[in-house]
Every structure is written in C-alpha cells, then in structure tokens.
C-alpha cells in the first residue's frame, strides 16, 4: 500500500471509530451531522464529468455562504492547491486528469443547470455521472439500478 493509500486508510479509520463512539455514547444509530455523507463514491463517464464533480466538490463552502471566494476556505482541496506549497498539498491525491489553468476562476462561477440537479441526484444517490445512456448501462453493469429509481416505496395503483 502506498503511503498516500495508508494516509487515506487512516483518516478513514479515526473518522469511523471517532463517530461511532461518538453514537455510541450519546445513544444515537447514525444519524445527524458527525461527519455524515463523509465519503461518496460513484462512477464518472468522462473527464469533462470528472472536473463537473471535482468542481461542485471544491465549491462547497462558496455555496453555503461561508467565504466569498472558494479558495479562501482553509479546510479545502482548492485552498491547499492554491497555497503552491508542497507540504500543504502532500494530503491531496492526484487527479486523474490535468488541472485546468484557471481552475479557481471555473470553481467560483455560479453553477446552474441540468448537470447540477443531474450530479446532485448522484452525489445523493451515489448514481453514476454521465450521458444517461451511459449512467444506465453502468448502473445495471454494476447493480446500481435502484439509485435509477426514486426513493421510497413505489407508489400503489
């Protein structure tokens, strides 16, 4: 394993065990804010749909209203990159596709549109990011066909 991967497993570990005992203790069964949604994975088509996720990603703070410009949040991935120290940005895996020059100015426009709400229901769902052809051949390729469906029990008739 590499020493990013053993990084990784890490900060997994303590965040796990840090949240269960913290359910544990105050009698809760996985619900509320201690670190919830914390970790998402679904697939991504291409690398255009790749910077879509990266971006909404790294605009998180920008969205809530907690900073004027994304890059001014210290906790995040964009605020480390834009640092252009090296030791800040050991924490940060590679991408598997090149940055884009002006990333941060990308990063802090408004987003709007059909690929937010489309991406949103994946963030949510954990539903493959893509053309819909393409989102539902992954999801049967890989058994994901309920995140296609709505949530909750199917309505009577």
Do not use: C
């Amino acid at each position: 394993m590499s020493e990013k991967g053993r990084d990784s497993f890490l900060r997994r570990w303590i965040t796990v065990t840090h949240t269960q005992r913290w359910h544990s203790h105050h009698n809760t069964a996985g619900t509320g804010p201690v670190y919830q949604g914390r970790f998402r994975s679904f697939p991504v088509q291409t690398d255009a749909h790749f910077l879509t996720v990266a971006r909404y990603v790294e605009r998180n703070a920008l969205r809530a209203k907690l900073v004027r410009q994304a890059e001014n949040w210290r906790w995040s991935s964009l605020w480390r990159r834009a640092q252009g120290d090296p030791k800040i940005t050991t924490w940060l895996s590679d991408w598997p596709v090149d940055l884009p020059r002006n990333w941060g100015a990308r990063v802090n426009r408004p987003e709007t549109g059909e690929d937010l709400d489309r991406l949103r229901i994946s963030v949510q769902r954990g539903r493959p990011f893509g053309e819909e052809g393409w989102v539902r051949r992954m999801a049967k390729r890989f058994g994901m066909e309920s995140t296609l469906r709505p949530r909750g029990r199917p309505k009577g008739s």
